[in-house]
């Protein structure tokens, strides 16, 4: 139901309904899927349990699915069978289509490693990697082999008939924060530009038409100078994102804030916006859902949100963004999906 063309539409009811998936708005479909990520990887583990087929948090605590599934592709680089948080390529595949095939919306992120140190995307002690990458770049040649691998799987993204899947990619993500080796201090807006384009070419050049572009800046003091600094342009992004985590009152008003900026861009650009990621580290407060959320995206068109991943508890003891049955929030997110603006997968 929302994916009839490889470029988004624009928006056409910008007070329109939130996701109940993730969540929300979609141009020829009024409301569009709001889910947790756990959407990021909700279908292959959850708070107490891994890799049991047809479960998923959200889904234990509402009775249905996230519309929103999200998968990230870190290590796929390094030729690993699993990605940086365990999880099979194979079986990633496989919900991704299946997700699809149920009506869902896909979104894949890839916490690349750093190709100049070889540790993880976190690594940010060198202020060159970008540079290395790029053409002329001591590691130019490694990085267009790590392209290489993303662009496999990406095209193996498909239906029995062939067709590809139309998903969200959204590379080089938060990159107004210094976390990644991609970030605002390690590498100038030129280079980050540089890094982009030619990520999105690659993709192109190798046929992927499936594609849907997001470009995330991180929320925090952003305005419109800002969010835009390291914009590639109209051709090269598909979608104005966000990705806000936070808790409270200055949170809330400050989120706000930031998506009518990125709401009144989107107009401007002629480009859908969506919370491309989002949540509370933790859950401690039992109505984030519906007082933080909801409240953050009441009359703005954000086409969905995705929360981040529910890890089992004995792995990352509290990395949950979404409720499990017997968690406080439980009611609260009932409450949500039970919500006029939010759709989920069975929505
Ligand atoms: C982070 C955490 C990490 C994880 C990464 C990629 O925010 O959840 O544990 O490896 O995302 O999913």
């Not at 099979?88 to 100049?116: C, E, Q």
């Not at 899947?165 to 201090?185: A, Y």
Request: one cysteine or more; proline letters at 5%; charged letters at 20%.
């Amino acid at each position: 139901m929302y994916w009839q063309s490889q470029r988004l539409p624009v928006q056409k009811n910008t007070s329109g309904p939130f996701l109940r998936k993730q969540i929300l708005l979609w141009p020829g479909c009024s409301r569009l899927p709001a889910t947790t990520n756990f959407s990021l990887d909700f279908p292959f583990y959850g708070h107490s349990w891994e890799y049991e087929e047809g479960r998923s948090d959200v889904k234990e605590v509402c009775g249905d699915y996230p519309a929103v599934l999200g998968c990230d592709l870190g290590h796929i680089e390094l030729g690993d069978q699993k990605n940086l948080d365990g999880v099979p390529f194979d079986v990633m595949r496989k919900a991704i289509t299946d997700h699809y095939k149920a009506g869902g919306i896909v979104t894949i992120s890839w916490h690349a490693r750093n190709p100049l140190t070889s540790s993880n995307a976190w690594d940010v002690s060198d202020n060159t990697v970008v540079a290395s990458v790029l053409e002329g770049g001591s590691h130019y040649d490694l990085f267009q082999m790590w392209l290489d691998k993303v662009a496999v799987f990406l095209d193996s993204l498909r239906l029995e008939d062939g067709t590809l899947i139309p998903v969200i990619f959204r590379p080089w993500h938060e990159h107004t924060g210094s976390w990644f080796w991609w970030g605002r201090k390690l590498c100038s807006s030129q280079e980050y530009i540089a890094l982009w384009k030619m990520t999105v070419d690659y993709m192109r050049n190798r046929g992927l038409d499936n594609l849907i572009i997001a470009y995330s800046p991180n929320y925090g003091g952003l305005d419109r100078e800002a969010y835009m600094e390291r914009y590639p342009g109209d051709d090269y992004v598909d979608l104005l994102g966000l990705d806000a985590y936070g808790d409270g009152q200055e949170f809330l008003d400050m989120l706000r804030n930031e998506l009518s900026m990125v709401a009144q861009l989107g107009k401007e650009h002629k480009k859908a916006i969506a919370l491309t990621e989002c949540g509370m580290g933790g859950l401690g407060n039992p109505l984030w859902f519906t007082q933080i959320l909801l409240k953050a995206t009441e009359g703005h068109p954000v086409s969905y949100a995705l929360v981040w991943r529910n890890a089992p508890d004995y792995l990352m003891p509290m990395h949950i963004f979404a409720p499990y049955p017997g968690h406080a929030s439980e009611q609260d997110f009932v409450a949500f999906y039970q919500d006029s603006r939010t759709l989920f997968l069975n929505d």
